[in-house]
């Protein structure tokens, strides 16, 4: 895979254009050679982890090297510093650019003793240095520890998603983190897919659109591909579609419609995608994942994920560390900002999720997060030191305040409860917790574990966990199978009166 460097003043660029040509089938192509070099590396050796690190300014613009003829529009500059500092910092830009037209062919070896020129012989001791100098970097933590308002303070955030059998919500999740308006250029994004079934490419497609996205062209690739989806026919798979709400609808749909913030398609800082599995063999349908006897097993080996996933992405220059699931379906484009404004170390939005109108439209979906109640702290003292209580199941009888059920649509969105439990489709945590050693425990500490014992632990630790009830992310909508069965029904029901039945 040619890697190509873009140059500009001493900057990097990217080309975005109006006008950029249309992706060739040369792409699908590559895509599928991608696809199966992987399955090959997976099969070689199923712990295999594949690290992809694509830097901001590393963008793969293969189509730039081959269709050269091709003339792009107003490139786009990337000139924040923060593209550049901490680990970038001692890369030679200079350096690097000549790779952008190609490089000349030229003979260094035996340590830079047999060079063709003099001036080889400067390029090859200063490529050298930079590589030495890259391998010693210095840092005062005090400077990260994290503000409530790290725009201006230009706080870097890592930001992380765990991912499983997800191929069919990747589109969606790419657009939610494009809407963020935290500045990309202080993001830095990990990936880690996990378990996922043979029948599935998360992990393939995800290179790909990282790739798209890291060259700026992603919003209008996904354009694309919509607008011939849109022409084929749409799938039974959308069938509860004409069952939601159409508020609920319209919301979705002028929130996937442009116009997007200015800096929605600007390259994230860097995007690492990390292949690891872990054991899970709970299947990842609704109902299966849900069924109260899985949650123990499932939500431990989730925490070794994420604790996996922490330990291998987390940078001593990160201030802040933002765990996002990949199946959230409208989150507002300022949330990190937003939970970061509420100035606590651990903070979570209202977590909900849409409904069939005949099952009353909505309802809240995030049971993890919660204030302790004296009702679950007896609970857990007569239960086993291993035991974990399950939020949100009749079979625990806690009698928590649940963050989900306290919502008030109306109400201010800064409002603040503080917790002990918290949900993981959304957590904003300071990033010296994790470094002082709190994670997600893969173990049950306190009678539960993941990440209702992660906000457990924090407090343990002395931090402060707080939730926004009136602050609310939507969850996608996945029919249970009881759902799916109704649904059939209506549409029976609605067919015998077409056809004039009773
Ligand atoms: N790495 C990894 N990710 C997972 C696993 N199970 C779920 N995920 C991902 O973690 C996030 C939350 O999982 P999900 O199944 O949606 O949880 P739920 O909505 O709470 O039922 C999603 O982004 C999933 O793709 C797993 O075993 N390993
Ligand atoms: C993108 O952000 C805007 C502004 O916060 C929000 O209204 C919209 O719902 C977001 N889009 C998605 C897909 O969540
Ligand atoms: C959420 O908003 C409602 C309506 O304004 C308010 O009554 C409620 O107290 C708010 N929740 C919190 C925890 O402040
Ligand atoms: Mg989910």
Redo the contacts with the bound molecule.
């Keep these: 895979m040619a890697i190509l460097f873009g140059k500009k003043k001493g900057h990097l660029e990217l080309p975005i254009s109006k006008n950029k040509p249309k992706l060739s089938p040369k792409r699908k192509g590559d895509g599928m050679l991608n696809r199966i070099k992987s399955r090959q590396l997976l099969r070689s050796n199923s712990s295999v982890v594949i690290i992809l690190l694509l830097l901001a300014g590393v963008f793969v613009i293969r189509r730039l090297f081959r269709d050269s003829d091709i003339s792009y529009g107003s490139p786009m500059v990337l000139e924040e510093s923060e593209y550049y500092d901490y680990d970038f910092l001692k890369t030679d830009r200079e350096a690097l650019a000549k790779y952008d037209l190609g490089s000349e062919h030229y003979l260094i070896s035996n340590g830079g003793l047999d060079v063709l020129t003099p001036a080889d012989k400067d390029l090859y001791n200063k490529e050298i240095n930079m590589l030495y100098g890259s391998t010693v970097q210095k840092y005062n933590l005090e400077a990260f520890r994290g503000s409530p308002n790290g725009v201006k303070n230009r706080e870097h955030v890592l930001l992380l998603v765990p991912l499983r059998n997800a191929e069919r919500v990747l589109p969606l999740m790419f657009k939610n983190l494009m809407n963020l308006t935290y500045p990309h250029e202080l993001i830095d994004l990990a990936f880690l897919v996990s378990d996922s079934t043979e029948d599935d490419n998360t992990l393939t497609a995800l290179i790909d659109y990282s790739q798209e996205m890291q060259s700026g062209s992603l919003s209008e690739q996904l354009a694309e591909t919509e607008n011939k989806a849109d022409s084929e026919m749409k799938g039974t798979r959308d069938l509860f579609l004409k069952y939601m709400r159409p508020s609920y609808l319209e919301m979705v749909k002028n929130a996937y419609s442009p116009p997007f913030h200015d800096n929605y398609d600007k390259p994230f800082r860097s995007v690492q995608i990390f292949q690891k599995d872990f054991g899970q063999a709970i299947g990842q349908g609704f109902s299966d994942r849900h069924a109260v006897k899985n949650q123990g097993i499932r939500r431990k080996l989730m925490g070794r994920a994420r604790n996996w996933l922490t330990a291998n992405a987390l940078k001593p220059y990160h201030s802040w560390v933002y765990w996002r699931d990949a199946d959230v379906e409208l989150c507002p484009g300022s949330v990190i900002q937003d939970l970061m404004a509420i100035d606590y170390d651990v903070a979570v939005p209202n977590v909900w999720r849409p409904l069939p109108e005949f099952l009353d439209g909505e309802q809240a979906y995030d049971l993890n997060s919660w204030p302790e109640s004296p009702d679950a702290l007896r609970l857990a003292s007569s239960l086993d030191e291993d035991d974990v209580i399950v939020e949100g199941y009749a079979e625990y009888a806690t009698y928590r305040i649940h963050l989900g059920y ?1 919502r ?1 649509p ?3 969105p800064k ?3 503080e917790l002990d439990g918290v949900g993981g489709v959304s957590i904003l945590a300071k990033a010296q917790l994790f470094r002082n050693g709190v994670h997600f425990p893969a173990f049950t500490f306190e009678n539960h574990a993941e990440t209702e014992a992660f906000g457990k632990m924090a407090k343990k630790m002395g931090y402060r966990v707080a939730g926004l ?2 602050y609310t992310l939507w969850h996608i909508y996945e029919p249970s199978d009881d759902d799916l069965k109704l649904i059939a029904e209506k549409e029976r029901g609605s067919k015998r009166t077409a056809d004039g039945g009773p």
């Design positions: 306290i008030d109306d109400g201010n409002d603040i409860l009830p009136n």
